[in-house]
């Protein structure tokens, strides 16, 4: 399906179009090494780069040019591809620092749309001194953004919409908040810049958000401050329960903190019994907030903690990914739901076909496989 629908499929971008299929047939050549699979990832690649490249106003990581950087550097140090590549990309740096550093100014720390996304791939690349000096400048500009909130220091939330930020406002999600930048400050701390008093203040922060009440579907909510009211959370990667357990283990393991890591283990211990599809708003098979993400969180964390319990809850939501594939007119029988456009066809790999199909092979096979790395999964 993905094959035949290849010229449908968005030349550029990472989330929903070509850099995910490429990624989708280096997973695959990883698992059935067959080298056909690696020729067409890496031409993709190539394809991809040069419409990028040729369309500069994009530079986001969900859909401009430092999307596909990531999945360069993701390349080159699997040996998909030569390290030489980046020297024809050398003048990229410049340019995806500067868009990163005017929209911090804006107040757009987003991962997936805005400043934190755009610098993900300097994090894959060799220690340099060109690299730590971008990497300080981007640091310096989020700690400045920090504003009170309440008895501690935060980021306000930010508005995509009208593209500004929300005073007295904390947006907790992995996609697009406090959870992101928590691992950002994580990756930060790993190059030597000195921020754990802001890991450990964002930890606190999540962790005074935490609402045990059996009765509610999630723990955590969407947003916490001014004007928030409580609402039903689904579980997802990208808001809620899980995309804030990952973020919480990111800083257990990289301050070698044991209660956090525990705290995260409590988190997805009590999300394994939150299977009733409808209750937790699990509509549709995407990675992003269907079954095939939540499927994926598990593995990953059976994977590293050997907890049976997680790979039981990776099957059971592996099962149903593959219930999901009842549309006639979908996709290799999927449709993903849309809160605007209801039911709709997408290929791409955050909310679409590729994902669903990433997930599948990471079910089918016992190699390790890290393509989630692009979703800010730790590496261990």
């Known amino acids: 399906m993905l094959e035949r629908d290849e010229e449908k499929i968005d030349k550029f971008s990472m989330l929903g179009g070509h ?5 989708y047939y280096a997973t695959a050549y990883r698992v059935y090494q067959d080298e056909q699979l690696l020729t067409k990832a890496t031409d993709i690649l190539t394809l991809s ?3 990028a490249m040729d369309t500069p106003h994009q530079c986001s990581y969900s859909y401009g040019l430092s999307g596909v950087m990531w999945l360069t550097e993701y390349f080159i140090k699997n040996d998909f591809v030569d ?3 980046r020297k024809d990309l050398k003048g990229c740096d410049e340019f ?3 868009n990163a550093l005017a929209a911090l100014n804006d107040g757009n720390y987003d991962f997936l749309h805005g400043a934190l996304g755009m610098v993900y791939y300097l994090f894959e690349r060799p220690n340099s001194k060109k690299k730590r000096e971008y990497l300080t400048k981007i640091f310096e500009c989020l700690k400045a953004m920090q504003r009170t909130f309440k008895d501690t220091m935060s980021w306000p939330a930010f508005n995509q919409g009208e593209h500004n930020l929300i005073p007295g406002q904390i947006d907790l999600g992995l996609s697009h908040g406090l959870a ?11 190059q030597g810049i000195p921020c754990k008093e802001m890991i450990v203040e964002a930890v606190d922060l999540l962790l005074a958000c935490e609402d045990i009440n059996e009765a509610k579907s999630g723990r955590f909510p969407y947003k916490t401050g001014d004007g928030c009211q409580p609402e039903k959370t689904r579980l997802a990667w990208c808001y809620g329960d899980l995309g804030i357990a990952i973020a919480i283990w990111k800083a257990g393991n990289v301050l070698g903190n044991v209660h956090y890591k525990s705290k995260a283990i409590q988190i997805l211990d009590y999300n394994c019994h939150r299977r009733d ?3 937790n708003l699990v509509l549709d098979a995407g990675l992003c907030h269907g079954t095939s993400g939540n499927a994926q969180v598990y593995h ?12 039981e809850t990776s099957r059971y939501w592996i099962e149903e990914t593959l219930k999901s594939a009842q549309f006639s007119e979908g996709l290799a029988g999927y449709k993903f739901f849309h809160n605007k456009h209801g039911w709709l066809n997408l290929h ?3 909310e679409g076909l590729i994902g669903v199909g990433l997930a599948l092979l990471t079910s089918y096979t016992d190699q390790p496989l890290d393509w989630d790395r692009f979703m800010l999964f730790d590496r261990n």
């Open 96 to 98: 995806i620092i500067k």
């Open 180 to 190: 992101s930048i928590l691992v950002f400050l994580c990756l930060f701390y790993e």
């Open 49 to 51: 780069l040069d419409r």
């Open 300 to 311: 990953h964390f059976y994977k590293v903690t050997g907890n049976l319990l997680y790979q």
């Open 19 to 23: 850099p995910g299929l490429a990624l």
């Open 348 to 350: 791409g790999m955050l």
């Open 277 to 279: 599809r409808e209750k």
């Open 83 to 85: 390290s030489s590549l």
